[in-house]
């Protein structure tokens, strides 16, 4: 009996352990790769006595996570902001915004304005804009410099030497370069389920000009290093780190349009370190400190003069990828529906077991 | 009061084990199969039913990916069973002492990495610039760069060598019984190599080569790293599909019944398996 009572009042001091570990000020932060370099947080750390503890995912794995715990064991995450309305929808995993204390000046109005515009639901404000970027092409202009919208990857030339994800991004990039406008599609299921059909009839035929699909990053800046891959659909970033090494591979924004998205801050509903994680907001934001964000994630943030102490050769690819044209073109994801993705999910199997 | 005491140290012994069954396997598999009969109806509605287990039956491309999954693992089974069984029978026949030893190491050193850098390590070699097709270049047998990774061999290869292991170690172990002299009784018996294969050796080893069999083939079937990372774009793999269903789709209810699907006929599969080799589990498990 002892042993019992030995083994149960160890549970219970474990368990309070651990409850009192995560409160107080430990932010648990659920985010992208590049998002919290380490000498960001050390600064943090030293100016607010804060401790920060970096978890780093996906959009559909940060979902995931959180709809798990109902929203619960992280105080930051920083999800797509076209995926949090549906998120909320269903699974109410988030809570809303107190923009009483952001300090809003830090941010650029117009990013601050769409993204809770887009991040509205039921009256209120879920996401805060943080670092935005873009999916198009990364191409190797000495071997296949004809590649400049979404559909040449099909092109013969090209054959056997093209990779892509098999994901919605995919999906959206050939529609538009077919000729089509999916984002406005996106409410009315009788037309997006039109135009994945003929994007589905695509993309089958396109299988045979696919090395792989990739999934990783990783994954594929070593198929275009190699040379294994001569064009791909890609983030910006992972084009413009490739330029470091091989001048030849850079991003290319597509003539249909680069495709946009806007990663964000939001409070998961359960999180418990609010004030840390304003803290934290309010400290990434200032222009010195989005600047160091930027240098090591590759992306430039929503930050007031986030610009000013980013390296000359980031600015430098930046703006070879993108003239001003290219800017004004650049489809920005609107908020995605909830149950968009089941429609999506069945044309991407179809493709996938297709022969 | 003596049996009262060996008794509570029965179930003080029992405790970590029933707490492991309970609280990690059972309590999960109850509130995944409530998770897999509610079907979606709408934002934050469910219904009851069996449509998600409908679904797996109604979508060809989902229990054509199970078969699919199911008779590449057979065949994985196959074939470390037969790279596996000479080297069983060396380790636990030829050899003794030092060379046992340091061989059966050698099978072990490469689990001392994890399986994702051992299936990068594969990918190093099998890729079109990689070191197997440049080796091949340079000694003249091939004339370009040819790509051997991103097919269902190289998913075969990787997966035989993930599970080797786990062949190789219950046979040794069996053949290790089989006492020396039954082989020599074989031969002055009139036998030769192959009848005393078939008539003494086979069936001693089988309990080793069943449960051997079931692990490798368990592995296989639910391994996710290895197909998702060597395999190609036609290369579907069941694991793939139920994390697809949770983590991409957000249709963890469909998901959850691909999961019991899973064990329900994977379950199904080893039972076949028993019977045709006329073994029971309790004989293989217990020896």
């Known amino acids: 009996m002892g042993m019992k009572t030995g083994l149960f009042t160890t549970t219970l001091l474990v368990t309070a352990m651990s409850v009192t570990a995560a409160q107080a000020d430990t932010l648990r932060l659920l985010t992208w790769g590049g998002y919290a370099p380490d000498d960001v947080i050390e600064m943090f750390e030293a100016e607010t006595g804060h401790t920060v503890e970096v978890t780093t995912s996906n959009n559909e794995e940060m979902i995931a996570k959180l709809r798990a715990t109902n929203g619960g064991g992280f105080d930051l995450a920083q999800p797509s902001q076209d995926r949090i309305t549906s998120a909320q929808e269903e699974f109410g995993i988030y809570k809303p915004i107190d923009m009483s204390r952001v300090d809003a000046a830090q941010f650029i109005p117009s990013m601050l304005e769409a993204t809770a515009g887009n991040t509205t639901f039921e009256g209120e404000v879920y996401g805060l804009p943080h670092v935005w970027g873009t999916s198009g092409l990364v191409v190797n202009t000495a071997q296949a410099g004809d590649v400049t919208d979404y559909t040449d990857l099909c092109d013969e030339s090209v054959a056997g030497r093209v990779s892509y994800r098999l994901k919605r991004p995919t999906l959206i990039g050939f529609a538009y370069s077919m000729g089509l406008d999916p984002f406005a599609a996106y409410d009315d299921t009788e037309e997006y389920t039109a135009i994945l059909d003929q994007v589905e009839a695509a993309l089958i035929e396109c299988k045979a000009n696919v090395k792989t699909y990739w999934d990783g990053g990783d994954e594929i800046k070593n198929l275009l290093r190699s040379g294994e891959v001569v064009a791909a659909m890609a983030w910006d970033t992972g084009g413009w780190q490739l330029n470091a090494d091989d001048a030849d591979i850079t991003f290319v924004a597509p003539e249909a349009g680069a495709l946009g998205w806007i990663d964000t801050f939001v409070l998961p509903a359960r999180g418990r370190a609010d004030d840390a994680a304003y803290d934290w907001i309010n400290f990434v934001m200032r222009p010195e400190i989005a600047s160091m964000i930027t240098n090591t994630a590759g992306n430039f943030t929503a930050a007031v003069d986030g610009a000013v102490d980013v390296s000359a050769d980031l600015k430098a690819r930046y703006e070879g990828s993108f003239d001003q044209a290219a800017i004004d073109n650049i489809k920005w994801y609107p908020p995605v529906p909830a149950g968009l993705e089941a429609l999506e999910g069945a044309a991407l199997d179809r493709i996938n077991a297709a022969n | ?287």
């Open chain 2, 1 to 287: 009061m003596t049996s009262d005491k060996s008794k509570l140290g029965f179930y003080l012994l029992l405790a970590p084990l029933l707490l492991w069954l309970v609280v990690l396997i059972i309590l999960p598999h109850i509130g995944l199969f409530f998770v897999s009969i509610s079907e979606k109806v709408g934002v934050r509605e469910y219904e009851t039913g069996l449509g998600n287990y409908a679904v797996f039956f109604n979508e060809p491309l989902y229990w054509r990916t199970f078969a699919r999954t199911a008779i590449m693992s057979i065949s994985t089974t196959a074939l470390t069973l037969i790279l596996g069984f000479p080297i069983a029978y060396y380790i636990a026949k030829m050899t003794r002492g030092r060379t046992k030893t340091t061989l059966f190491l050698m099978c072990l050193i490469p689990f001392w990495v994890s399986e994702l850098v051992r299936t990068f390590g594969w990918m190093i070699l099998l890729r079109e610039t990689g070191i197997i097709s440049n080796a091949l270049q340079s000694i003249g047998l091939i004339s370009g760069p040819v790509e051997f990774l991103y097919n269902d061999a190289a998913i075969m290869v990787g997966l035989v060598y993930t599970s080797i292991l786990f062949m190789i170690v219950p046979l040794v172990t069996t053949l290790d019984s089989l006492d020396d002299s039954m082989i020599e009784a074989g031969y002055d018996l009139g036998g030769n190599g192959v009848s005393i294969l078939r008539e003494i050796i086979i069936p001693h080893a089988m309990p080793g080569i069943v449960s051997g069999c079931i692990v490798v083939f368990m592995l296989s079937l639910g391994n996710y790293l290895t197909p998702i990372l060597l395999g190609g774009k036609d290369s579907l793999w069941f694991t793939g599909l139920i994390y697809t269903q949770f983590i991409t789709r957000f249709n963890w209810e469909l998901g959850s019944a691909f999961g019991f699907l899973l064990l329900a006929l994977s379950s199904g599969i080893v039972f076949l398996g028993l019977k045709l080799s006329r073994q029971t589990l309790t004989e293989t498990m217990g020896r």
